[in-house]
Nanobody, 127 residues
Framework: QVQLVESGGGLVQAGGSLRLSCAAS????????MGWFRQVPGKEREFVAA????????NYADSVKGRFTISRDNAKNTVYLQMNSLKPEDTAVYYC????????????????????WGQGTQVTVSS
């Protein structure tokens, strides 16, 4: 069982930056693939970024590529999402997700792949 707690959301002007954090419980964090997703009311939860258990493989949605960076610190059981050059369309509730990886190169892109979810943190970007 893994429990995830996000933090770092807030209100920021367009062009600004935020860093989200997701703290995970448990002693096997380093064997979990971690992902970030976001959701706005009335729309499906969409993939933002994911990182392999070693941190060596990352993947991003086209809409955030070049602006967002996912990273992890296995010693601190924490995954991060650095968000730069924020746009109003980035406004959403951001969720952290986890799934045990099958190998060091495993990475997952859909919400159906993940087993554990945080409660979400609101990010609002004003124009």
């Amino acid at each position: 069982q893994v429990q995830l707690v996000e933090s770092g959301g807030g209100l920021v002007q367009a062009g600004g930056s935020l860093r989200l954090s997701c703290a995970a419980s448990g002693r096997t964090f380093s064997s979990y693939v971690m992902g970030w997703f976001r959701q706005v009311p009335g729309k499906e939860r969409e993939f933002v970024a994911a990182i392999s258990w070693s941190g060596g493989i990352t993947n991003y949605a086209d809409s955030v590529k070049g602006r967002f960076t996912i990273s992890r610190d296995n010693a601190k059981n924490t995954v991060y999402l650095q968000m730069n050059s924020l746009k109003p369309e980035d406004t959403a509730v951001y969720y952290c997700a986890a799934r045990r990886g099958l190998s060091s190169t495993s990475i997952y892109y859909t919400r159906y792949d993940y087993d554990y979810w945080g409660q979400g943190t609101q990010v609002t970007v004003s124009s």
